[in-house]
């Protein structure tokens, strides 16, 4: 792998990437016999954990990524991306996972949310994590102390992920205004507190579950949510 994927591929036993899965399937729920696309799928996390007690279709369109994925569950693995959607028919799932893509798909972001409309069952739900321009904000002031990158982010500037490219930042309201299919009925924060902490506190003893319990109990406060590094917009069928 590129050197910027195995770095992140390295992430996957880092008490802060285990704790972001941890908020992100406990906001998601406990899911048992449900059919689910993972749109993005990446090195397979989402897929794996959530195919246990599923039928999961991940579609990816970085083959080194594929390659190296986790595959301890069966799942479908299907190597592409937006196109791939049209192979199946209205209403085939009944959840609908796209974690960190809108961001560096601006182009096709509207068209990936119109065809995840049109997937989606009556009954069923979107899992949307975004990234928050007001969270990469905090970090940069906070945690990095990059005051410069900071100001240049307030005038418009983008962030760059050495993984993946240029942050393109978004108003998911926005967006659901230019598609009427599909509203919001949850958000959540994701990352609100440990964006801005040392790293040399997260591997103390017991840090995770503690922080844990901090994160659960505000992660669907607005004033919070606000402020956090990631939200999470969870979508249904009007």
């Known amino acids: 792998m590129k050197a910027s994927l195995q770095n992140y591929f390295d992430q996957w036993e880092s ?8 908020m992100v399937w406990a906001q998601v729920g406990q899911l048992e016999g449900q ?11 989402n897929a794996n954990h959530f195919a246990a007690h599923n039928e ?10 594929v390659e190296n994925r986790q595959r301890e569950n069966t799942y479908e693995q299907i190597v592409g991306g937006l196109s791939a959607l049209s192979a199946f028919t ?3 799932f009944d959840v609908i996972l796209c974690h960190n893509v809108f961001e560096y798909a601006p182009k096709e972001r509207l068209a990936m949310l119109r065809e995840f409309a049109r997937l989606i069952s009556k009954e069923g739900f979107i899992s949307i994590v975004k990234h928050n321009h007001a969270g990469a904000l905090m970090q940069k002031i906070v945690f990095e102390n990059a005051l410069d990158e900071a100001y240049a982010l307030l005038r418009g500037a983008s962030k760059v992920n050495q993984m ?3 942050i ?6 926005a967006m659901l205004e230019a598609d009427s299919a599909v509203s ?8 609100t507190f440990w964006a801005l902490q040392p790293n040399e506190f997260k591997g103390e003893a017991g840090w995770a579950d503690k922080m844990f319990k901090v994160e659960w ?11 956090s590094f990631f939200n999470h917009v969870l979508l249904r069928k009007k």
């Open 15 to 22: 008490p802060w990437m285990q704790l972001y899965y941890r």
């Open 35 to 45: 059919k689910i696309l993972d749109f993005g799928s990446g090195f397979g996390w």
């Open 56 to 65: 999961v279709v991940a579609v990816e369109p970085d083959l080194e990524m």
């Open 90 to 92: 209205d209403g085939s």
């Open 164 to 166: 993946f490219g240029k």
């Open 168 to 173: 393109h930042y978004y108003d998911i309201a």
């Open 184 to 191: 919001t009925f949850k958000t959540y924060g994701l990352r």
């Open 217 to 227: 109990e505000v992660c669907d406060k607005p004033e919070f949510i606000a402020l």
